[in-house]
């Protein structure tokens, strides 16, 4: 995205922009410090895999120095497990950002996730015997 | 539909993590327009997913960068939606994004799917000869789900199996997106597809 286009740039003839339009006042990577790529761990978070809140969080202090992204992700983890993918849409930011404000959560200890199945053991038959039924009942 | 809490909180394996809870990928794909986005809202509770990417090669080539040095990420739309069923078990799918240029995106999308549902349309079939290839290459199970528009003629699951060339056992199925029992039925198609093609994979990996 082009800079300009947020505000700061030189005035548009003929017109404002307002509120959406302007584009977002905070630039998605700017809530990472700029960082595109979860900490030293560099793990890359599937969009499926589910993160859960750890059972021996650190205290509240600490919870305290968090920012307000990490504490509406960590709010939303606490609601229900939820998928990447589903903390992004609700939180309403871009999965890259997610990914590495997650990436602060799991090196802090306040979440854990789970990988999900690789494709070699992909579910035995029983599995997927309950996925059909559960589709037929839905 | 009611999101249930997944029961595998206490069970951490210490490392921080979590095995015990499921969740399964299913991918929608075909052309623009053919329906991706009304099928997974008749069978989930459909939500916007944004992603943040950095343009591929491809990408570059296609969008007009000049005079805009600064952009290297573009903002990807995908529709997803979860089907919970039940406590630690969840399917979740994911619409593709139809333009080549973010085939970037379908990479990390097919990484570990169970499978996917080719949406075709008769009157634009070559649109989804794009998501065949691609499934079909990776050996990815797909269904192909023919999306019976109103006005369309309609055609017999072996015509379009042979107008697509479909390798021999490729489900065909002829479907309404915007109907729940169909969009089901079509899902129902693919998991027992997937089901056949990975117990076949064990046979000839042991024979």
Partial sequence: ?138 | MAYERSESTGTGAGDGVDTTALALKILVAGGFGVGKTTLVGSVSEIRPLRTEERLSRAGELVDDTGGVDQKTTTTVAMDFGRITIRSGLSLYLFGTPGQDRFWFLWDELSQGALGAVVLADTRRLEDCFPAVDYFEHRKIPFVVAVNCFTGARTYGAHEVSRALDLDRGTPVVLCDARDRDSGKEVLIRLVEYAGRMHTARLLDSVG
């Fill in chain 1, 1 to 138: 995205m082009n800079e300009d286009s947020t505000g700061g740039g030189p005035a548009v003839p003929g017109g404002q922009w307002y509120d959406a339009d302007a584009g977002p006042l905070v630039r998605p990577y700017a809530m990472t410090g700029g960082r595109t790529r979860p900490g030293p761990s560099n793990v890359r978070f599937d969009l499926i895999a589910l993160v859960v809140v750890d059972d021996d969080p650190p205290g509240a202090a600490e919870e305290g120095l968090l920012g307000p992204e990490h504490r509406s992700l960590l709010a939303l983890c606490r609601a229900e497990t939820q998928s990447v993918a589903e903390l992004a849409a609700d939180a309403d930011l871009p999965v890259g950002v997610v990914r590495v404000l997650l990436g602060d959560l799991l090196e802090s200890g306040f979440v854990r996730v789970s990988r999900p199945v690789p494709p070699a053991q992909l579910p035995d038959e029983r599995i997927l015997r309950e996925v059909i039924d559960g589709l037929r009942a839905l």
